[in-house]
């Protein structure tokens, strides 16, 4: 009997630490998940300068849709946004497969706090671009309602889109085929899915970036998810062979960007990174993007054109090109 006690007293102690260590882990991953800006060893200047938090303090806004797909927008703007008689900068964003905007949550308070309006949804589908082109239907409304906090101070020349994988897809959708394309400024894509998949997928899953009009930044990691082994879009995934048709490969920021006509341009992989984080590990990247085109930061702009680019001579990106 006593034997007994000890082993249930032992396995009840047991059970306690790994209940404890099970939440130490998730409070250190959610920890690292809200402040990813210190895991992304920015080392050029200006990655520094947009890779923290920024200057201004964040507020939160949450609207329901009457579209079951989108479920609701969350917005998230700089505090200050009430007392100011500026007009702030916009950047749409479009969620990866199966994602939600409380996915990136902090990535979008890291765009507010650096002065921008960006907006999301709970489109776990975005790729056709409707869910983005709701987002300025709704924007429209919220510049015209005297009793919102955005009121007459959303600044409807000045918007950019962003996305991740599927998003990618959908940011090239909206600035192409949806009815507010001509309000779109500039366009960032983050391991968008490359033609090779989306030509299979079909079902709204095809683009033609050739017609996008506007200044485009796309990026992708060298890791296997993203990067694969296929080295063209006419190769087929073979296991066998060793052939791996990534999300992002080489080929199809190559292609993406030659198919890009009489824009400013830019392509770049940041290295030993995958498809999971991608958008957080190019975030000072991509706020320096939308800065330079929507805020006419020109020391942004640095990061990207010029005689000495600083991407082109940053260690953790590679095959860096640019078209201004």
């Known amino acids: 009997m006593k034997l007994r006690k000890i082993l249930i007293v032992s396995f009840l102690a047991i059970i306690s630490l790994v209940v404890i260590g099970v939440f130490l882990l998730s409070s250190i991953a959610k920890q690292k998940e809200n402040e990813y800006y210190n895991h992304t060893n920015p080392v050029g200047k200006i990655e520094k300068k947009y890779a923290p938090m920024g200057p201004s303090s964040v507020s939160r806004k949450e609207i329901a849709s009457d579209n079951q ?18 007009k702030i900068p916009v950047v749409l964003w479009a969620n990866g497969t199966g994602s939600k905007s409380e996915t990136y949550k902090p990535f979008l308070m890291h765009l507010a706090s650096w002065g921008f309006i960006s907006v999301s949804n709970d489109d776990e589908n975005t790729r056709t671009g409707e869910s983005l082109n709701s987002s300025i239907d709704l924007l429209l409304k919220e510049n015209d309602d005297p009793d919102s906090p955005l009121y007459q101070k959303i600044d409807l020349d000045n918007i950019g889109i962003g996305g991740h994988s599927q998003g ?52 992708a990691g060298t890791g296997a998810f993203d990067a694969g082994t296929a080295t063209s879009a006419n190769q087929e995934s073979d296991e066998k062979a060793g052939i791996m048709q990534g999300i992002t490969p080489l080929w199809s920021l190559e292609e993406n960007f030659n198919l890009l006509t009489n824009v400013d341009k830019v392509y770049v992989r940041k290295t030993n990174v995958d498809h ?30 010029g005689e000495n680019p600083e991407l082109s001579t940053n260690d953790n990106y590679q095959d860096f090109k640019s078209y201004l």
């Open 69 to 86: 797909q989108i479920g609701k927008f969350v917005i998230y703007y700089p505090s200050e946004i009430i007392e100011t008689t500026d």
């Open 168 to 219: 990618g897809v959908a940011v090239f959708n909206m600035a192409t085929t949806q009815p507010h394309a001509d309000l779109i400024k500039t366009v960032y894509a983050v391991s968008a899915t490359s033609s090779y998949h989306s030509n299979i997928y079909k079902d709204g899953w095809q683009y033609d970036i050739s017609k996008v009009t506007v200044p485009t930044f796309l990026t």
């Open 276 to 305: 999971g984080d991608s958008h957080l590990q190019f975030d000072a990247y991509m706020t320096a993007w939308f800065s330079y085109y929507l805020k006419n930061d020109l020391e942004a702009g640095e990061a990207f054109f």
